[in-house]
């Protein structure tokens, strides 16, 4: 009798570092599970250059109008119709591509990026894809072109994502947690933060907030740390990422502890007390695996703002939407960050991992040891939700 297949193909997207993050810890773990992981870039399945394009003008927008892509998204959300439209087209364009590598052979498909998912939805629902697909939701709140017809499984960090997956018409939702690398963890000891400071050429002794805006670093970057400053609480930490330019005028203008690209990123956010977001992206779900409170701040239109409310609602990170907030806020976590960094590290432990529910999704039948036995919809039995964060004193 022959072998079921055991390969599994994931999609992501060079978008930012978010998407390509998870896919490359899912593939980490599906492949340690004993699977074959072949993975893919959405941008290169779309015609020639039109995937770099797209990349480019995200990039573009985010940085020199991010109101305007906030509002586009908004305008996606209101109107279905332009959404569906949208989600449509770019699924007919990577059609023939997307078919050629989940072919034959296909144990499941996973999609990380939105527009992946609506080609996979859209060939598995007209029956030129007959592996069962998956759609990891890396965002907190779900945009409408995050649920796409026919993908057989959605993976949401939360019961907050969970619900507005269902709300935007996802037929199966599973809560299953982050992917967030087991590199990134609680500090052992406070022997450890220091010398971790120390190798990273921080300040030892103060309280650090670190800053981060995504792997472009881009947003109200300088300003929240002018105002951070401005406290007297912390020092800046700002992670620039590939930003040079914001690094070296950061740098020019005395502005806290710019730092360029970081490879050691666990280390890092162990070094820090608080993390400054503005997105909602991996490195919040990062910070918050490593046990360092989270709180959203001058977040970017749409999906930024989405996320900080969609994070607030669920108890894992105050969202700060006033200025005259920042003070009193920031004093409250650096006062009691166990309090603050508790909720999430309990609510992410309290679910089955996403590789756990893809393997579950590969192999249906029971097998005595096997992680994957039982059907999606009875993959999760009903876990109580960890209460959530009390934020009154923020608010």
Request: proline share 9%; glycine share 10%.
């Amino acid at each position: 009798m022959a072998s079921p297949p055991r390969r599994i193909v994931v999609i992501s997207a060079e978008i930012g570092a978010g998407h390509d993050g998870a896919a490359d810890e899912l593939s980490r773990r599906l492949m340690d599970a004993g699977y074959e992981v072949d993975r893919h870039d959405f941008l290169n399945l779309l015609p020639p250059r039109l995937g770099r394009v797209l990349r480019n003008a995200y990039a573009f927008e985010l940085h020199a109008a991010p109101w305007a892509w906030g509002r586009m998204l908004s305008a996606l959300e209101r109107h279905g119709r332009l959404g569906r439209a949208v989600g449509g087209m770019f699924a007919r364009l990577a059609a023939r591509r997307t078919t050629a590598v989940t072919g034959p052979g296909t144990a499941a498909v996973v999609s990380t990026y939105p527009l992946a998912s609506q080609a996979l939805g859209r060939l598995r629902r007209t029956g030129r894809l007959t592996a069962p697909v998956a759609t990891f939701l890396t965002d907190m709140s779900i945009h409408p072109l995050w649920v796409a017809d026919g993908v057989d499984l959605h993976l949401a960090l939360h019961p907050v994502a969970s619900s507005e997956a269902g709300h935007r018409g996802a037929a199966e939702v599973v809560v299953s947690g982050p992917l967030v690398a087991p590199a990134f963890r609680p500090s052992s000891s406070e022997e450890e933060r220091r010398s971790e400071r120390a190798r990273l050429g921080l300040p030892i002794g103060p309280q650090l907030t670190l800053v981060v805006a995504g792997s472009w670093g881009v947003g109200e970057v300088e300003k929240t740390a002018r105002e951070i400053a401005a406290t007297r609480l912390a020092i800046p930490v700002i992670a620039c990422g590939s930003n040079s330019a914001l690094r070296d005028h950061l740098l020019e203008n005395g502005v806290g502890v710019p730092l360029g690209w970081v490879n050691d990123m666990p280390a890092l956010l162990r070094s820090t007390d608080v993390v400054i977001q503005n997105a909602g992206g991996l490195t919040s779900l990062e910070a918050m695996a490593s046990g360092v409170p989270v709180v959203s701040y001058r977040c970017l239109p749409g999906h930024g703002v989405s996320n900080a409310a969609a994070l607030d609602e669920a108890g894992l990170a105050v969202w700060i939407r006033d200025q005259t907030a920042l003070a009193p806020t920031l004093r409250a976590v650096l006062e009691a960050p166990g309090r603050w960094a508790t909720g999430p590290l309990k609510a992410f432990s309290a679910w089955p991992t996403p590789d756990h529910a893809i393997a579950r999704l590969v192999n249906p039948c029971p097998v005595p040891g096997h992680p994957g036995p039982g059907r999606p919809a009875q993959l999760v039995p009903s876990a109580p939700e960890p209460p959530a964060l009390s934020l009154n004193a923020a608010s």
